[in-house]
Nanobody
Framework: QVQLVESGGGLVQPGGSLRLSCAAS????????MGWYRQAPGKERELVAI???????VYADSVKGRFTISRDNAKNTVSLQMNSLKPEDTAAYYC???????????????WGQGTQVTVSS
C-alpha cells in the first residue's frame, strides 16, 4: 500500500504565493507519474500539473506561467509552487501518484487526502 501525505495550502490574498508538497511512502517499485489535481465546490476534479519520472511536465492552460511543478525521484516527493494566485484557483488540491508495485505490474493510481487552497482578500 502507498500513502501520499500533502503539506502546504492555506489562505492567501490574490497575487500571493503558496507551495504544496507531497511525499509518497510504502511499498513500490516506481512512480511513473506524480502531480496535482484540484476540485472546486460543485465542479469536477481537474488536472493542474503532472510530471513523469523522466522530467516531462504537463500543465493546465489556466496555470501555465504561474505554477511550477518539481519532483525529487529519490525522495518520492512532488511539489507545486503557485505564484500570482487568483480567486479562481480556490479549491481542494490533491496529490496523485501512478505507482507500480513491481516492474511487471500495471500502474495503480493513488490519491492524497487533499489540502485546501483559498485565494481571497
Amino acid at each position: 500500500q502507498v500513502q501520499l501525505v500533502e503539506s502546504g495550502g492555506g489562505l492567501v490574498q490574490p497575487g500571493g504565493s503558496l507551495r504544496l508538497s507531497c511525499a509518497a511512502s510504502g511499498s513500490m517499485f516506481s512512480i511513473d507519474v506524480m502531480g496535482w489535481y484540484r476540485q472546486a465546490p460543485g465542479k469536477e476534479r481537474e488536472l493542474v500539473a503532472i510530471m513523469t519520472s523522466g522530467g516531462n511536465k504537463v500543465y493546465a492552460d489556466s496555470v501555465k506561467g504561474r505554477f511550477t511543478i518539481s519532483r525529487d525521484n529519490a525522495k518520492n516527493t512532488v511539489s507545486l509552487q503557485m505564484n500570482s494566485l487568483k480567486p479562481e484557483d480556490t479549491a481542494a488540491y490533491y496529490c496523485n501518484a501512478d505507482v507500480r508495485g513491481h516492474w511487471w505490474e500495471n500502474r495503480v493510481k493513488y490519491w492524497g487526502q487533499g489540502t485546501q487552497v483559498t485565494v481571497s482578500s
